[in-house]
């Protein structure tokens, strides 16, 4: 999860245990966080063998969620990594943006808690369904 909010990413990592997903979530607080994880997972003894989903804000400090989505969706290793734009942008340009870069869904966060957090367990629910590609053997 890539989100700067501390209480953004507290609810959405609480959701979605509640909706039974018990993988580990990390959390990145910016988008240069996430670049920098991604490059220490591509060097030379390094194997991601885990398959991931990203939950991508695009309002970040350093490098903001557009700019990831492109590096990740222009990434040879990391293009089929699946990305949900999860965001309280809901300006029509940047859904279409980011639905021409690749990203597989974009989710604008609901303002209200109680909205947030049901938003957040119907993403849960779609997650643990989800089939998701390894990053492993990609190069």
């Known amino acids: ?5 501390e209480g953004h990413a507290l609810l959405i990592e609480r959701a979605l245990r509640k909706t039974g997903i018990n993988n580990p979530i990390r959390r990145f607080r910016d988008g240069q966080e996430f670049i920098d994880f991604c490059e220490s997972q591509a060097g030379p003894g390094c194997s991601v063998r885990e398959a991931f989903v990203l939950l991508l804000d695009i309002r970040m400090p350093k490098i903001d969620g557009v700019e990831v989505l492109r590096m ?7 293009r089929n990594l699946p990305v949900v734009m999860l965001t309280t942008t809901e300006n029509p340009r940047e859904v279409d943006l980011c639905h021409q870069i690749g990203c597989n869904a974009y989710i604008v966060k609901p303002v209200t808690p109680n909205d947030f957090t049901e ?3 119907s993403l849960g629910e779609f997650l643990r369904k989800m089939e998701v590609p390894s990053l492993a053997g990609v190069s």
């Open 1 to 5: 999860m890539a989100e700067d909010d």
């Open 72 to 78: 990740v969706k222009n990434s040879e290793r990391l």
């Open 119 to 121: 938003t957040i367990r």
